[in-house]
């Protein structure tokens, strides 16, 4: 009886020894195999993040292209305040008349900048570049999860450039990984600010009591963009357009000016 009892204790710790061992095993090939999907979804989400910054910077291009066309045919406005209606645009006086005192009022880079910036943060504005990254279905079809905090849009209006800063804080998620992504930058090619700069030119003239001499400007100047003038009784519309170099998008440049 007492050695059939040890042979039923040995038995017992046998099973007991066979159990744990399996046990262990089972859950160390659980954490591999959990270890493997976590680095897939890490993988995976993080070859995701730039076709996703690129389709923010993209359709957040296509609202600025607009903004710079519309702020350059409305003379450096968004907004303007004195100025002639031309078809659908509100085309701003860069010299008027007040109590017989000539008054320059074109806009400096840095006030076009928040003109541009405002533009870009309206209600509109975000509204369409909302419907552009439709809610980032094309990856969520993939199996991401992508959620968003609010948009802000800064510029910095430069030569033949202009720089967009995107403030849009984004997680990215996939199983357990996630990753954030808080800001993206890029660059488009164009010319408002050798723009403003023939501009500048004309109305300085003008707002002194100098007739501008085009022929003689476009002799003595650097090419910037072409001249264009129509007179009417008492103002004279002016229209440039920029002349492109590389890669640069063609752009408008139009104001009024008041004559004496």
């Known amino acids: 009886m007492k050695e059939r009892g040890q042979v039923t204790i040995f038995i017992i710790l046998g099973i007991i020894i066979v159990i744990i061992i399996g046990l262990v095993y089972f859950l160390r090939i659980r954490g591999e195999e959990e270890n493997v999907i976590d680095e897939s979804d890490e ?15 993209e359709c957040v291009k296509t609202e600025s292209l607009k903004g710079l066309r519309l702020i350059g045919k409305q003379g450096g406005y968004y907004k303007p305040i004195k100025y002639e209606v031309v078809g659908d645009y509100n085309i701003a006086y860069g010299c008027y008349i007040r109590n017989g005192e000539r008054i320059n009022n074109l806009l400096l880079l840095e006030d076009i900048n928040r003109e541009f910036d405002d533009y870009m943060n309206s209600d509109t504005t975000k509204e369409e570049i909302d419907k552009c990254i439709d809610n980032f279905k094309f990856f969520e079809d993939k199996g991401l999860d992508i959620n968003v905090g609010s948009m802000i849009v800064k510029s910095n209006i430069q030569f033949n450039k202009v720089g967009i800063i995107i403030q849009y804080p984004m997680t990215i998620s996939k199983g357990q990984y996630s990753s954030n992504v808080d800001r993206m930058v890029s660059d488009i090619f164009i010319g408002l600010g050798k723009l403003h700069k023939v501009a500048s030119d004309i109305i300085n003239d003008e707002c002194t009591g100098i007739n501008f001499d085009i022929d003689n400007y476009i002799k003595n100047n650097e090419p910037l963009s072409t001249i264009g003038m129509q007179y009417y009784t008492g103002k004279t519309f002016v229209y440039l357009s920029s002349i492109t170099e590389g890669k640069e998008e063609p752009l408008d440049f139009h104001f009024v000016l008041e004559n004496a």
């Open 43 to 57: 993988r995976f989400v993080s070859s995701q993040i730039e076709p996703i910054k690129t389709l923010v910077s």
